[in-house]
């Protein structure tokens, strides 16, 4: 067997009406709360803050609501927040909501009590945050989702170079996370379709990492199996809370395999595309990177990518691994058929000119190495013409 690490530092608590909980976890830390979000932009969010900043109120917690959080969220998102944060002289920072609330929170924790902007923390850089020193970050997923709640990165997106990047840091694992599925009652289509294709990534980029292992194997397909199962049902019934519980527990699994695998080639593409366009989402740029992915990738991961094609496509069980590998890429664009996420770079407005500038940024992260197959820089611009 594989010689393999896992770890991971995040107390879970996981279920239904888990939320009534979160005022008892954040006096384990302080009386004095920064509540991250995205603003209240319609009443479900709005109800769902009150709510949450009333379990606070009534145990004694004095709360500051920082709800400047924009969707791939930004370094002057996150110096707002920690400016707040100082001011308010806050001791715990909560994470109310999808990957880009939590990450934020993490960040915010960071910039609050270190010189310097987010920006000066990613992952490759010197010195990285003192541990002494952070603030502790509650996670509270209302997506599934990024994993963030169980995630050691926070993903900062900088405008001004156009490029997203992640601070990424054992010392960044958030101390407690609540995932509670009536949070994600009201999550809108769209954006469950794109965390939910997420989740099925985040797991399956698990699988063909070289830093996969049996831990993280048996988390993995659980989560693809889910999502395959679940997914679509959700989408034909947003309301239906026992496929969102599915989903919520999806997304748990697939977050502790990219803290222990990592991801490859997609994300790395994907988080290109979201620092030069940042009104893609997240898992929308996915959606569109996976197909020429796994057509690229599928002869030197055979295995896997016929598990895949045969979770997404039961009629293929029959199937040698080849056979099955080889229609993957079919299958995948099947399954984003169902969802409504089958689409091309060029329909979320990436202009056709930039097609050689956005391979270039597809390398910048070290994300593509630890794919199968490495692509070259000509190869890495065809991915990026077949995904247009
Ligand atoms: P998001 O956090 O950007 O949320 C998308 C939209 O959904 C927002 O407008 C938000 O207000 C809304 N929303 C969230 N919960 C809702 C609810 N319960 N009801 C109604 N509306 C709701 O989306 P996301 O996909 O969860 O997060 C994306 C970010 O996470 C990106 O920046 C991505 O790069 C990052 N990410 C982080 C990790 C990690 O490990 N830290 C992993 C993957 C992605």
New binding site residues.
């Given amino acids: 067997m594989k010689n393999f690490n896992y770890h991971q530092s995040t107390k879970i608590l996981f279920g239904r009406s888990r939320i009534h909980e979160l005022a008892d976890v954040v006096l384990q830390y302080g009386k004095k709360a920064l509540l991250v979000t995205?603003p209240a932009?319609n009443p479900?969010?709005a109800e769902?803050y009150s709510r949450v900043k009333k379990i606070l109120a009534d145990k004694g917690i004095a709360v500051v609501h920082f709800d400047g959080v924009i969707?791939?969220?930004t370094v002057a998102t996150i110096s707002a927040g920690a400016l707040m944060a100082r001011k308010f002289e806050a001791e715990v920072v909560i994470g109310l909501?999808?990957?880009?609330?939590m990450?934020a929170a993490k960040a915010i924790s960071v910039e609050a009590t270190h010189p310097g902007t987010s920006w000066d923390y990613l992952f490759y850089k010197t010195p990285q945050p003192d541990p002494a020193k952070l603030l502790p970050v509650i996670a509270v997923s209302?997506?599934s989702?990024?994993?963030?709640q169980v995630?050691q990165?926070?993903?900062v997106t900088n405008p001004e170079v156009r490029d997203k990047s992640a601070l990424y840091n054992n010392i960044l694992y958030p101390q407690v996370c609540i995932i509670d599925p009536d949070?994600?009652l009201?999550?809108?289509k769209f954006?469950t379709a794109?965390?939910g294709f997420?989740v099925l990534c985040h797991a399956f980029e698990s699988t063909i990492n070289p830093g996969t292992g049996a831990y993280v194997d048996l988390l993995a397909w659980e989560a693809i199996s889910i999502v395959s199962a679940n997914l679509p049902a959700v989408l034909s019934t947003l309301n239906d809370i026992d496929a969102r519980e599915k989903m919520a527990w999806a997304d748990t699994l697939a977050?502790l395999c990219?803290a222990n695998a990592g991801v490859t080639l997609p994300h790395g593409m994907g988080m290109a595309v979201?620092g030069m366009y940042p009104h893609v989402?997240?898992?929308e740029a996915l959606a569109i990177l996976y197909p020429a992915f796994a057509e690229f990738t599928w002869e030197a991961a055979v295995p896997q990518f016929a598990r895949l094609a045969k979770i997404l496509n039961p009629h293929l069980i029959g199937y040698s691994d080849q056979d099955a590998a080889r229609r993957s890429p079919g299958e995948i664009v099947r399954f984003l058929q169902l969802i409504g996420l089958n689409k091309k770079l060029k329909d979320v407005g990436m202009p056709g000119n930039e097609i050689e500038a956005l391979a270039q940024q597809c390398m910048v992260l070290p994300d593509y190495k630890g794919n199968p197959r490495v692509a070259t820089y000509e190869e890495m611009v065809e991915l990026v013409r077949l995904s247009y």
């Fill in positions: 995205t932009a479900a969010l769902q969707p791939n969220p909501g999808g990957g880009s609330s990450d209302t997506t989702g990024t994993g963030s995630t990165v926070a993903v949070l994600m009201t999550v809108p954006v794109t965390t997420d977050g990219i979201g989402a997240h898992g």
